[in-house]
């Protein structure tokens, strides 16, 4: 709590205190939110503590809300409650699924406790959450939640399954991101639940990024800025590096910024930029076309910790083809860096893992 209030007058904010701001700004306005998931209160990596238990006594305090009150005593019209959901992903899917079409208004988010586990309600996304619209004319607002990342924690601690979602993204049906700084995810949070728009969003958050220094953000991206579906590396960002140099763009997206980032910085790199697609889907062409423009002289990267089977690329392969086509005026793809094709999302060994996760960024940085 002393770190969360020194992070809110000095800055460098991390995830779970950008998320508590967002859904907190919100009650403020007079949303209604529903936050639920398994070990959702404390946080399935002990990072949210948006539940305070006094060990004393067990009288429950939740900080948040209070923000349904305004400073005269009057209601804001907000609500924010938060439960630790049972183990059965079929059921509580299914059921914040309903509680979004029962009450549009209301912000309703379902937190897994790892991506993986989402397999469990399947049927309740391939029947209603990707395609409830399109079938029905009925649309929903939930959130989901998927924690993902490769950080050698085994096949089934790993893998959101991102390319599940990717592949049954059509006709607007769903916004998937990956966000990597935490004011874009308030950001992304905020705009879900104001846009007016009524669709599921399906957010691939973070694991060790959660408490990564690196991956903080300053006050002034949350009172300056807007989400960004596509963020340029800020050593070019605040004109501090030379874009006539670079000769190699690296299109990623997640948490594996931050590795290619220090390595970058390690082997003192000016020709490499990072660049990140923050939503895969609405596929953001314009604004990465916009990007690669700044970078005339710079063959193109997607580099994912995924296998080749998995992840982005193959929903993101033709569609980065595009952008660099419709920019060079003859038809241009990137190459692919990344794990070689396989059945299982990660290998069970941390030092199998370590040893990918090493070569894997190497290759990315190679001249």
């Not at 989400?227 to 590096?241: H, I, K, N, W």
Request: aromatic letters at 8%.
């Amino acid at each position: 709590l002393d770190k969360r209030r020194e992070m809110a007058y000095e800055g460098k904010v991390d995830w779970a205190l950008a998320e508590l701001l967002a859904l907190g700004s919100l009650v403020s306005e007079g949303k209604l939110i529903r936050l639920s998931g398994q070990d959702t209160r404390r946080g399935t990596f002990t990072q949210r503590h948006s539940v305070i238990i006094d060990r004393r006594t067990g009288e429950v305090f939740t900080p948040l809300a209070l923000l349904a009150t305004n400073e005269d005593g009057t209601p804001t019209g907000g609500k924010f409650m938060v439960y630790d959901s049972p183990l059965s992903e079929f059921a509580a899917v299914g059921f914040e699924y309903g509680y979004s079409v029962g009450n549009p208004e209301a912000m309703v988010l379902w937190e897994a406790q790892f991506g993986d586990f989402l397999n469990g309600a399947q049927s309740v996304i391939d029947e209603f959450v990707s395609s409830g619209e399109a079938k029905w004319g009925q649309t929903s607002d939930v959130v989901l939640l998927l924690p993902h990342g490769h950080e050698g924690q085994g096949p089934d601690h790993t893998s959101g399954r991102i390319e599940r979602f990717l592949q049954l993204c059509a006709e607007g049906s769903m916004t998937v991101a990956q966000p990597s700084t935490p004011a874009n995810y308030f950001h992304l949070l905020r705009r879900h639940s104001l846009d007016g728009i009524h669709r599921p969003l399906v957010v691939f958050t973070p694991k060790s990024m959660l408490r990564n220094k690196a991956a903080v953000s300053d006050i002034k991206d949350f009172t300056e800025q807007k989400f960004r579906s596509v963020l340029e590396e800020p050593t070019y960002e605040l004109g501090m590096g030379d874009r006539g140099k670079v000769t190699r763009v690296l299109l990623c997206s997640g948490k594996i910024y931050y590795e290619l980032m220090a390595r970058k910085q390690k082997d003192k790199r000016d020709d490499v930029a990072i660049v990140r697609i923050e939503q895969l889907y609405p596929f953001p062409a314009r604004s990465l076309a916009a990007q690669l423009a700044r970078y005339p002289n710079a063959d193109v990267v997607w580099c994912q910790e995924e296998p080749e089977n998995m992840g982005a690329w193959l929903f993101a392969d033709r569609r980065i083809e595009a952008v660099l086509t419709g920019l060079s005026g003859k038809a241009k793809r990137p190459s692919f860096v990344g794990r070689r094709e396989a059945a299982s999302p990660a290998t069970g060994l941390a030092r199998t893992h370590n040893a990918e996760q090493k070569a894997l960024v190497s290759s990315a940085l190679a001249a």
